[in-house]
Every structure is written in C-alpha cells, then in structure tokens.
C-alpha cells in the first residue's frame, strides 16, 4: 500500500491495475499484439498462439500493425474512461519486436501523453533497449524469468537465439538468466518499475522460486508474479505433448507462501489475452476488433 511507499512510485502504481492491487477494481488496461517476433523457445509455448510467459496460451489474439494499433487505442481511450494503460505482452516478444513495439507506443504516446506504457518481455534483447525505455517513459516492464539455476532453465528453454547464433542446454539456459537479471538491475537503476513474472511448473521450478523470487527482490523487482502452467495437449506445446501438468491452486499458494518476506507477490493476476481490452478480468476486446473501428479517429 501507499504507507510503505515514496511518494514517486505510489503516483507511477496508483492508476496502474497490475501494479497495485486497489488500482485493478477502477482502472482499467488494454493489450495490443503488435509483437509476434520471438528469440526464444519456451517448452510452454505454441507460437501459433498468445506469448504464455505473461498471458493466457491458447489464445489467438488479433494482430495488428502499429499504425491500426495506434487506431485502436485511440477508440478504446474514447470509450473506456477508466483506461490508464496501454501493454504490450507479446504473441511474441516485445523487447525483440522492438520496432513494432517502439512505433506504436511512440504513436500512442503523441496522442495520449497520459496513458502508461508496460511492456512485457523474456528479458533476452531488454539491456540493449533500456535507454531507449527510459527515454520513451516506459515506466513499467515485466520480466519473465522461470530460473535463474541454468541446470533447472535447460528444462525450460530448448533453445535462444542471440547474437546471430542459436545455442542450446546449458549454455542457452545461462545466456538467457544472466540477460534477464542484467536488464532488471539496468532498469530498476534507472527507475523503472520492473515486475518479474514466473510461470510454476511442477516437479521442474516449484522448489526454485523462492530462489528465483530472492534473486530479484535483491535486484529491485517491484513485484513477483507466480503464475501457473496451463497446459493442454490441444494447444501443441512441447509440456502439452509430454503430459506436463499444471500446479493445483493448492501447490500454487504453497509456493506463494513460501517466498513470503520476499519480493512483493502479487495474487491479482487473471493472465489477461494479448489482446484484452478493459479491467482485469473482463475483455472487452470483441468490442474493438479491427472491422469496427472508425477508419480515421480525431
Ligand atoms: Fe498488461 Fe502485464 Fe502491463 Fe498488466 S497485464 S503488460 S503488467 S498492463 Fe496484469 Fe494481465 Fe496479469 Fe499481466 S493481470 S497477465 S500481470
Ligand atoms: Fe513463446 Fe513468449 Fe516464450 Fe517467446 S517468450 S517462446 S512467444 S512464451
């Protein structure tokens, strides 16, 4: 709450529905899926789908280029007062998609200079973009890190491509941890708000995310989201095709309250579509698909 908070970060979470648990009741957020480039694999993922490090998998979300994104935001802001903030989570990532990404915020903000922009991320390209955060106000990013134990991530993430190659193992599981913890430590220094989403996955992280969730409170992780693996076999992931289940509520709040005293937890998430319109837990997104919007908005 705001008592155990500087004046600064209170003003940049009270309006913001991820941020702030009392926020998520009156404001609301929307999601554009401009993004759908990825540099990375998760074994719980389907590219054909929504980018499950932060939303809902099995979802096809609308994709739009950032020009109809900018349309539609613009629509949404005229109808839906409540509206604070404006993400980007994916299908793919956002930090490698940058130029899709970076256009439409930049579009959105030209015309909205109010609205907050979050962005979402597997944290592989986010240092080479922090100044480009900063300078651009992006005040709120989420990093998805599942591990910071290569041996466990090898379990996670087949495989990354960085810097023109593609690694594999250990090595990939490595890469990836320590450009998810750089770019936390680049950006909290820089004072953006940085939450870190984990997805729990049974028998693989379940016993590591408290040391997941001490790793980045000592980097200044605003908040730690422990969400659970939805796995299913029809949507064609590698955990959906190997039988990998997803936790239980009860083995979800056994790992919530094993990382108490840690970095903030936040329970409010409702795993929102890439392309979800209105307050957590309700979608208006059919409201403003593409086919209605106005072509040209004032
Ligand atoms: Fe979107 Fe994510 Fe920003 Fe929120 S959602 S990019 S931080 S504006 Fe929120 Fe939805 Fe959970 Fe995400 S409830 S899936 S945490
Ligand atoms: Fe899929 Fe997102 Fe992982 Fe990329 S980062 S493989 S889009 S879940």
């Not at 941020?19 to 401009?34: G, I, K, P």
Request: one cysteine or more; hydrophobic letters at 40%; proline letters at 6%.
């Amino acid at each position: 709450g705001p008592d155990d908070m500087d004046p600064a970060t209170w003003a940049k979470v009270k309006d913001h529905p991820c941020y702030s648990e009392e926020a998520h009741h009156y404001f609301a957020r929307m999601h554009v899926a401009v993004a759908p480039a990825c540099n990375i694999q998760c074994n719980y993922c389907n590219r054909k789908y929504d980018c499950a490090n932060e939303s809902r998998p099995g979802v096809v979300s609308e994709r739009l280029t950032p020009d109809q994104a900018a349309r539609k935001v613009l629509a949404v802001a005229a109808e839906v007062p409540q509206l604070s903030v404006l993400g980007i989570a994916g299908p793919g990532d956002a930090a490698y998609d940058w130029k899709r990404t970076k256009s439409t915020f930049e579009q959105v903000a030209e015309r909205l200079p109010d609205i907050r922009l979050c962005l979402s991320s597997n944290g592989l390209a986010l240092p080479d973009r922090v100044d480009e955060i900063v300078s651009m106000n992006i005040d709120h990013v989420t990093i998805t890190i599942n591990a910071i134990d290569p041996e466990i991530g090898q379990h996670i993430y087949p495989w990354v491509f960085f810097q023109g190659a593609r690694h594999t193992g250990i090595e990939a599981a490595t890469i990836l941890r320590d450009r998810q913890l750089l770019a936390l430590e680049m950006l909290t220094a820089r004072g953006v708000l940085v939450k870190v989403n984990s997805v729990l996955i049974p028998g693989i992280n379940d016993e590591h995310l408290i040391e997941v969730n001490k790793a980045v409170k000592a980097r200044g992780a605003f908040l730690h989201n422990i969400m659970p693996l939805i796995s299913d076999p029809a949507h064609g992931t590698h955990f959906g095709l190997t039988g990998q289940r997803g936790p239980t509520g009860a083995e979800l709040k056994k790992v919530q309250d094993a990382c108490a005293g840690g970095a903030n937890l936040m329970r409010h998430c409702r795993q929102c579509r890439a392309d979800a319109v209105g307050l957590l837990g309700e979608d208006r997104g059919q409201e403003f698909t593409l086919d209605k919007l106005p072509e040209v908005i004032e």
